[in-house]
């Protein structure tokens, strides 16, 4: 559901920056999306479709980039993906859980535009 | 011609800005902002009016309700002559920063020490916005299962603390308390655990005295 509003948000960063910079319409948009925020690309996707149309977006291409999870041992330092569904064991000491390093970002990265 | 422009813009940037406001605000009128997260009839409300009947004449309660329909929730705050005011996120499933931006403008402020914030019953998405809240709560329940951090572990990474929330059942389910716990420290290795009945009363009294510390 809430991908209405994200969608909404992405369109109006890509489209201050496309202005900005002079563009007739924009290409691409490339977007960062960390495993562990749950926004889901197909719903961004749909809605973007909706919103786009008549604007300098439409038929713009969306371009996700997936950051997997990534978490930092408290015990020995290691990094590891977290399993999904299990306990956040470290596999290189055994001791549980760790700081979250990576899978949090949620930005757009760049767009591509037609001047 | 085509070319590429370098952007690296947070998306939710422009509720991130407004949360800042809403923390600025309440920071200028020394409210402590809890947000409370859980799944649906975890038992959030039923946590906030065991925190008002307990803090009564010891801090000053406020309280936002998010709900997607109705005042089911805000009706039972204002029993107890509380301010309270209810959202109604119409389908959302979550609160954002410029809902409660507008909730505050219609609180008391300079008569409130404690506001408690009810996000939408949801472990996904609440998570996902800032509101400007100082602390995250998270209320689980025991018939929701010992497996919940294992299934929706983003929002147990970031709460400050945790209610798990009807005790008094479990003699009656099988909850496996020990492998709660053990889930739960895999996720957060600090955020205090409060085991409580809000139909008993039982262990509220020890997480309302943290509240009290969070204050002080």
Redesign the interface.
């Known amino acids: 559901m809430h991908e209405l509003a994200v969608t909404q948000s992405i369109m109006e960063i890509a489209q201050r920056h496309a202005r900005q910079a002079g563009a007739q319409r924009i290409l691409a948009i490339h977007l960062v999306i960390g495993e562990l925020t749950g926004f889901v690309d197909d719903s961004i996707q749909f809605y973007f479709d909706v919103l786009s149309k008549g604007s300098l977006a439409e038929g713009a291409r969306l371009e996700f980039e997936r950051i997997g999870a990534r978490v930092r041992c408290h015990g020995c330092q290691a990094e590891y993906a977290p399993p999904d569904s299990r306990l956040w064991t470290c596999p290189s000491c055994g001791a549980l859980g760790g700081e979250i390093v990576a899978g949090k970002e949620f930005y757009v990265a760049s767009i591509e535009i037609e001047s | 011609?085509?070319?590429?422009?370098?952007?690296?813009?947070?998306?939710?940037?422009?509720?991130d800005l407004i949360a800042l406001e809403n923390r600025k605000l309440l920071d200028a009128h020394g409210v402590l902002a809890v947000n409370i997260m859980a799944s649906p009839g975890a038992g959030k409300t039923s946590v906030i009016l065991r925190a008002i009947e307990s803090l009564r004449g010891r801090l000053r309660i406020g309280v936002i309700e998010g709900d997607v329909a109705g005042r089911v929730d805000a009706d039972k705050v204002a029993q107890t002559g509380t301010p309270v005011v209810q959202i109604n996120t119409g389908?959302?499933?979550?609160l954002?920063a410029p809902q409660v931006q507008s909730a505050l403008r219609q609180l008391p402020l300079s008569e409130i020490d404690l506001l408690f914030i009810e996000n939408v019953g949801n472990l996904?998405?609440p998570?996902?916005?800032a509101l400007g809240d100082h602390l995250k709560l998270m209320v689980a329940s025991v018939p929701e299962g010992h497996d919940k951090p294992?299934?929706y572990?983003?929002m147990f990474?970031v709460v400050d603390a945790l209610l798990l929330n009807k005790i008094d059942l479990m003699p009656y389910l099988d909850f496996d308390l020990d492998a709660f716990r053990?889930?739960v420290?895999?996720?957060?290795?600090e955020a205090p655990l409060f085991e409580v009945s809000c139909k008993t009363g039982a262990g509220i009294e020890d997480w309302v005295e943290w509240l009290i510390r969070q204050c002080s």
């Open positions: 011609m085509s070319k590429q422009i370098p952007v690296i813009e947070e998306i939710l940037s422009a509720n389908g959302g499933c979550h954002d996904i998405c998570t996902g916005f294992l299934k572990p983003g990474t053990t889930a420290r895999a996720l957060n290795a």
